[in-house]
């Protein structure tokens, strides 16, 4: 369940449906220098899959990207109760069961920081996302802000795909277009994104670019940039 992206990164899938359009999102596990885990944008954790991630090292980090990727923040926390739990700001407001979730800052961790670099995505403050960089890897760890739904899918997957703009190559989907209230803002946070030296880029929908990621992440982060 749990495959291999880079050195020190695996990722694993949910599959489910959202208003009858079959959908999957992806987990990042990051193990940290320290040997402990950082899990980005849970899902389910099976007894399988618990067993996959005990096997890594131990939880002790986990994150919700978004105040859209948040469903199985609480399962995850209540699955690892040594592991502290991380969600965007208004996260709490929007999810007051998760009492113990703090504040992701602005600014990376220290704890992290030898591994991960971030960027709080400015200008979207609906869904209030911020992306990763783990250097170790080179790997770029997005969640809704950029989408490719390739491979085969159901026919009113590849519609939706299609019709966000997100079947034929990584892109901002349509609908997160619509979202951004500051352009000016959302321009600086491409573009700092753009400066790390990305090898491959890791998204929730539903791809993971291991050929040409720059070149990939340029174009579609040239919606903010260009």
Known sequence: MIEAIGP???????????RRIPVSSRMTVVRLRDGTLWLHSPIPLSDALRAQLDELGSVRHIVAPSKMHHLFAGSAARAYPQAQ???????????????????LPRTVLPQWSPDLDQ???????FLDETAWFHAPSG????????????????????????????????????TVRLLVKDR????ASA?????????R???AHNSVIARNAMPAARKALGYFTG
Do not use: N
């Open 184 to 187: 000016a803002a959302a321009r």
């Open 139 to 174: 790997t770029l760890i997005l969640t809704d802000l950029c989408q490719w739904w390739q491979g085969e899918l159901p026919f009113l997957a590849r519609l939706f795909a299609r019709l966000a703009g997100v079947r034929a190559g990584l892109a901002v989907p349509r």
């Open 8 to 18: 020190d990164i695996w990722h694993a899938q949910h599959h489910f449906m959202v």
């Open 85 to 103: 739990l991380y969600g965007p700001p208004g996260l709490s407001a929007k999810r007051p069961s998760l009492q113990q979730m703090q504040d």
């Open 119 to 125: 960027v709080f995505f400015e200008g979207l403050p």
């Open 201 to 203: 880029v890791v998204v």
């Open 191 to 199: 573009m700092r994104i753009l400066a790390w030296p990305i090898e």
